[in-house]
């Protein structure tokens, strides 16, 4: 009996969609770009965001987002204040210090400020061009996440 259990749990485990969200660099989408044409989803995010971890716990947990990611984008998660600097065609952005243990990576401003402001969290769809398609600087449930995706796949 417990030998046919830990067998159907296994079989469900397998194929019960415990499926990951792939997560790239923005140096990798570079080369990965040259082999296959996607939008780049750059999430801007921080390590104190409450709506940034309610989305990375839920958002990007449910199937069906995950699925359009990973089939049609290349998701980039960018912590706003990583100090590290990041190249990206053909250009260094760097950490900028705003004060004592505060501050931003310029390409999170780049990418995530709207209205002249940064707001976590706040995710851009770049075009081959890094033409911002789509930029949206709230908390996004599921079901608005997987409309958003499928219109920018069409619009792609």
């Not at 600097?85 to 501050?103: A, D, E, L, M, V």
């Amino acid at each position: 009996m417990k030998k046919k259990i830990l067998i159907l749990f296994l079989f469900f485990c397998t194929f019960s969609g415990w499926s990951q969200l792939k997560t790239y660099t923005l140096s990798e989408t570079e080369t990965l770009e040259q082999q296959q044409s996607k939008p780049i989803f750059v999430f801007v995010h921080t390590s104190w965001c409450k709506y940034c971890k309610m989305m990375e716990n839920s958002t990007f947990k449910n199937p069906e987002v995950i699925q359009l990611l990973n089939d049609n984008f290349y998701f980039v998660p960018l912590d706003a204040e990583n100090k590290a600097p990041i190249s990206f065609k053909n250009h260094t952005f760097k950490y900028k210090p705003k004060g004592k243990n505060t501050g931003v990576h310029e390409l999170a401003e780049e990418l995530g400020t709207v209205d002249g402001s940064i707001t976590y969290p706040t995710f851009s769809i770049l075009d081959k061009n890094n033409t911002i398609l789509l930029q949206i600087s709230e908390f996004t449930d599921a079901k608005t996440m997987i409309t958003l995706l499928k219109e920018a796949v069409n619009f792609h």
